[in-house]
C-alpha cells in the first residue's frame, strides 16, 4: 500500500471573493500557488473548507503522478517594488543620493579638520 504524504495545509495561502449571481453566487477560494485549485460554496467559511479539502486532493493528485509540488508561498511577495522611471528621472534620483552621501563626506572631513562647531 502506497504511503500518503501529510502536507501543511495551512502553510499555502489562498484568496476568497464573492462570486456575482452571473456566475452562481456564493464565493470561490483559490491557491495562488497551486494554479486551478478552486473551490466554491455558498458562504465564505465552507468555501474555505471545502478549498482545504481541494487542496489536499489537488497535492495528493500531483504526489501520484510524481509532479512536482509547489512549495506554500512560492508566489509570495519579496518585499521589493520594482518600477521603470524614465533615464532622466532616474539620473536626477540617483544624481541626488550621490549629491547628498558628497555632503556628508564633505561634512565629515569639514568636522574632522575643524572641530564640530567649526573652531579650534
Known sequence: MARTRQFDLTAYTFTVRR?????????LVEF???PNCIADDKTAEEAILHGDQALE?????????????P??????SSGQWRQRVPRSLHARLA???RRRELERTRDS???R???????N
Not at 57 to 69: D, I, P, S
Open 71 to 76: 512549495h506554500p508561498n512560492a508566489k509570495a
Open 109 to 111: 572631513a569639514y568636522c
Open 32 to 34: 495562488p500557488e497551486v
Open 57 to 69: 486532493a489537488c497535492l495528493a493528485t500531483l504526489t501520484g503522478f510524481g509532479k512536482v509540488v
Open 95 to 97: 544624481g541626488g543620493a
Open 19 to 27: 462570486l456575482p449571481e452571473e456566475e452562481g453566487g456564493g464565493y
Open 113 to 119: 579638520r575643524n572641530g564640530p562647531s567649526g573652531s
